[in-house]
């Protein structure tokens, strides 16, 4: 175990047997975990038959003083594929709160802007091995260490955050999932992420109100991408790549409200590539317009649809063309993606059958997730469901993923 | 000649003045069920027995605004306590009469503020035998109402009412309420389904004064059909609080203040 880690245990410990001592609020809940996945189409890369397979225990611990407010989130786990155990801060912060302002410093998961599973203003990390692996859907989103102000004139609401640690995207692990790999033959691989300077410190700002019924959102965020681009050492006879995240500014709007006797969200922002201004660089994304409209209805008793299109238009396509290198794929000018989404509640709610399924019309391949949920008891459900990859070319966003169909379980024990 | 119209008039005087109609009688009941002050707390318990016995149980608390007049504008924020995988979850409401409420979620995992697109009419609140309109109230004017009769029920004399859905946007054909001739609680409800079968009853099982107003403290909603059985009971109750407009908002969702919630 790292020190920083024991370090929090230890903090836990004695904040939650000492806390009669401090009179504050301590509450201590968790879970324990069994989650595991498995290949339905083709064995790993690396030979092996899971894409996810481990125990975990998670431990919340909350402290509350007001106006002060403590909370951390603390995963154990047992991996059965790396057969590694370790212990992860997932969320680890601290809260003061006034009247007409706030701050939360520490560890922390942050969602913005209307999509189901497709994102344009949440720009904050996300872990996608998590959710082709079949992992509970909180896994998807990992925390960012920072400072997030919260201020509440009459007016308006504003969200500041400030993050001085750059945190990339987690992407499948390459000897688990079968992906599409533009230059195999290099395997002298370094990755550099921006470094925690002052002028590197990632900003990100949300103003939001109601307006005529609809809750209506700014988003302001510069920073980087959290996508790697690759970078050749020599553009002819490359021997060694670099990873780096470009500079990225983004700038978007979204609105939500009551219409057609159901919900309607609509989200746009403009990705503004800040190290490729022109289109001229083929190695670092151009600048690009995202759009999102969304419509979820309930249509019988506890049963919901949801409906997502969603765009991503590049800028300067000429470029884009005409610079990129022979042999490497294209891409669309305008890539699409619409989603369907269905839930049915039985039992009193405590069966849950779900769909949900991505299908790009531009590339042509999709995504299925089917899953069952089962409330066995207040304490104890259990998730069964699969992740079917397809269609498409060897090269798209879920054609790549072709062979790595699985069906997973979760089982979980809350206290 | 005149005498006798002038006695007929006074004999019916009182009556047209004093004699409620259905409407009346149903549009003050809401007022003293779900409208009483000018807002309310409640710590709630919710068990759901099914029909072998096995329970479930769900904890939250709830806060209500009124916003205008009885049969107004309402807003709700409810933080729940159990079940686990609900637990730090809120809940906020804005019930408007004559079209359906706004509903927003909080997903503590995520920390995501979502709004539900859920219709009153036919969702179960939170998997149990009551609906959201048994929960927030049902515009009256989209039933016809009519005074069946009058009788006691659980000792006390009251009006029964049946009231018939204009529009055939709910599961039950009719209603029958026990309504409290002296508080106005519904003491009973009884619905009938299509085929005019009693499927699904309301009792009142228990009635508190809490500042002074009559409160349903406790109550049970049984599907007959099903067997199964909501039992709902306020652990902690309290009117006139002064909620503040500023709890309503994604702010507070997101985190509750512990006064209100506890």
Known sequence: ?415 | MKRYLVLLLLVLLPLEAFALSAEDVMRKSQAAFLYQGKDFKARVMMKLVTKGGQERTRELTMLRKNYGEAGGEQKFFMYFFQPADVKDMTFMVNKYPGRDADRWLYVPAINMVRRIAARDKSSSFVGSDFTYEDVSGRDIADDTHSIVKEEKASGRDCYVIKSAPKAADVDYSYKLSWIDRANLLPLKEEYYDRKGELYRVFSADEIKEVKGFPTITKRTMKNLQSGHRTEVSYIKADYNIGVEDALFSERYLKQPPKKWTE
């Open chain 1, 1 to 415: 175990m790292r020190p920083l880690f024991k370090l929090i245990v230890i903090l836990q410990a004695l904040l939650f047997f000492y806390s009669d001592v401090l009179a504050a609020d301590v509450s201590l809940h968790g879970f324990f975990q069994g989650n595991y996945s498995s290949d339905i189409s083709r064995k790993n890369p690396d030979g092996g038959d899971f894409k996810w397979a481990e125990e975990r225990m998670q431990f919340k611990l909350d402290v509350s003083k007001e106006p002060f407010h403590l909370f951390l989130k603390t995963d154990a786990f047992l991996n059965h594929i790396d057969g590694k155990g370790d212990v992860e801060l997932r969320e680890g912060y601290a809260d003061y709160t006034a009247k007409a302002w706030d701050v939360r410093a520490g560890r922390q998961v942050i969602t913005w802007g209307l999509g189901d599973l497709l994102f344009i203003n949440d720009v904050f990390p996300k872990d996608y091995e998590a959710f082709f692996s079949g992992r509970p859907m909180e896994y998807l989103k990992k925390g960012v260490d920072g400072v997030k102000f919260g201020l509440y004139p009459e007016f308006v609401s504003l969200e500041l955050i400030a993050i001085p640690f750059f945190e990339p995207n987690h992407f499948p692990a390459a000897k688990r999932f079968w992906m599409y790999d533009p230059m195999p033959g290099i395997t002298n691989r370094v990755e550099k992420e921006p470094t925690s300077r002052p002028e590197n410190t990632e900003f990100a700002l949300r103003a939001y109100r109601d307006i005529a019924g609809f809750d209506t959102s700014l988003y302001f965020y510069r920073g980087f991408y959290r996508q790697p681009s690759l970078l050749p050492d020599n553009p002819l006879m490359p021997t060694k790549l670099t990873l780096f995240y470009p500079k990225l500014s983004v700038y978007g709007i979204s609105l939500q409200g009551r219409a057609l006797d159901g919900v309607l969200s609509l989200e746009t922002g403009y990705y503004d590539s800040r190290e490729d201004g022109k289109g001229r660089d083929p190695m670092i994304p151009n600048s690009q317009a995202r759009f999102l409209i969304g419509y979820q209805r309930q249509l019988w008793e506890d049963f919901t649809m949801g409906l997502q299109y969603y765009g991503e238009y590049m800028q300067d396509y000429s470029e884009y063309e005409k610079d990129l290198p022979a042999g490497f794929p294209k891409e669309h000018k305008l890539r699409q993606l619409a989603t369907v989404r269905l839930a049915q509640f039985l039992i009193h709610q405590t069966l849950r059958l779900s769909f949900f399924s991505f299908y790009s019309p531009s590339d042509r391949d999709y995504m299925l997730n089917p899953e069952i949920k089962y409330n066995i008891s207040d304490r104890i459900w259990v998730a069964v469901g699969g992740n079917i990859f397809g269609g498409g070319e060897k090269w798209s966003q879920f054609g790549q993923l072709a062979e790595n169909d699985n069906v997973y379980m979760q089982l979980r024990y809350e206290f």
